[in-house]
């Protein structure tokens, strides 16, 4: 009993030394920004320091932002990073021979302002009242469509001057379906929540493969600036894909000047924008398709009730420019229209 004593005599200290901060860099050392906020737009130049809370003789601190090494400028450091939304800054500190690492996390945000912008109507044309649409492209002059809901879920082509369906699969009924874009003679098809998407020959809508969901859990939209596809997840996210393996190779967060914004739903590329259906909104984000800056709002009121109104009528869904025409194309869930139109500046 005597020699139990005397070893917990000599263990509890020992306990307490451990757990005093010198082996939890965190208790060390703590990263200061100026203001002590975590919240900057893009280019800010921000005041940084390390509080030593152990007065340690630091010997170096050299700073990362996602893994990037960032530049320190009298105290201070410039946020110019291209991707926003949510980073780790980490101080790595060399003290007493050894290096740790303390980290902060903090949201870059857009540098300005959303633009709002309106729409002028150029042309109504029929579109299927049935079709719950989640996707919506144009390849040439021809248009592609795909719809949700389990057991209505479908790929379409159809004639956009007469609504007429020119060719349609329906998928299994176990499966929602989602966005689609078309790349190199492929359609990309997105299902909501089953993890997996399809890819079809565009001629003949043969189904030629499958993918998995990695990282990003949903499928919402799609779209591509002719090298790589972009996939809305119902998150903040907007990842990049590999076209020729389906990997998600990173990804950017939409943001405006004041906030990180989850609700990017059908997309669109056009000349390095994309624009994004919000969900459950009469709008359509503009969003820089580098940095994920929300650089522009359209509002898009009015046009719901421009459609025979009925009890399956949903939101504003589905979006497809043009390229020909220089013109967008938007409608909804179970419209009875498809518009035409112009984004104009307001």
């Known amino acids: 009993m005597n020699t139990l004593k005397l070893n917990l005599f000599f263990i509890i200290p020992l306990f307490f030394l451990a757990c005093d901060g010198t082996t939890n860099p965190s208790k060390l050392f703590e990263i200061q920004l100026e203001g002590n906020r975590t919240e900057f737009q893009k280019n800010q130049v921000v005041g940084v320091s390390v509080k030593n809370l152990k007065n340690k003789e630091i010997e170096q601190i050299t700073y990362t932002l996602d893994n990037k090494e960032i530049a320190l400028n009298n105290n201070k450091i410039t946020l110019d990073q291209l991707e926003l939304g949510a980073k780790t800054l980490t101080a790595n500190i060399r003290f007493d021979g050894e290096t740790v690492e303390v980290s902060k996390g903090i949201k870059l945000l857009a540098e300005h302002a959303p633009e709002i912008y309106t729409y002028e109507i150029l042309n109504e044309f029929p579109h299927d009242r049935d079709a719950y649409t989640q996707g919506l492209e144009f390849y040439k002059d021809t248009l592609y469509e795909s719809t949700g809901k389990k057991g209505k879920s479908s790929l379409r082509q159809v004639n956009y001057k007469t609504g007429e369906i020119l060719k349609k699969?329906?998928?299994?009924?176990?499966?929602?379906?989602?966005?689609?874009?078309?790349?190199?003679?492929?359609?990309?098809?997105?299902?909501?929540?089953s993890g997996v998407g399809f890819i079809y020959d565009r001629r003949d809508f043969k189904k030629i493969d499958s993918f998995k969901y990695n990282q990003s859990k949903e499928g919402w939209g799609l779209c591509n600036d002719g090298n790589k596809i972009f996939k809305s997840d119902g998150t903040e996210k907007i990842w990049f894909l590999n076209p020729e393996t389906m990997a998600e190779e990173g990804h950017f967060e939409t943001v405006t000047n004041t906030s990180i914004f989850n609700k990017a739903n059908e997309l669109e590329y056009v000349d390095g924008k994309i624009y994004a259906n919000v969900y459950q909104k009469e709008s359509m984000m503009i969003i820089d398709a580098k940095s994920g800056a929300i650089e522009g709002v359209i509002n898009f009121g009015g046009l719901k009730e421009r459609v025979t109104q009925h009890q399956n009528l949903d939101v504003l869904n589905g979006v497809a420019y043009h390229p020909e025409r220089k013109t967008f194309f938007v409608t909804g869930k179970n419209w009875d229209k498809l518009f035409e139109v112009n984004i104009l500046k307001k």
């Open 169 to 193: 699969i329906d998928l299994d009924n176990t499966y929602f379906g989602e966005g689609i874009t078309i790349l190199n003679d492929k359609i990309y098809q997105l299902t909501w929540q």
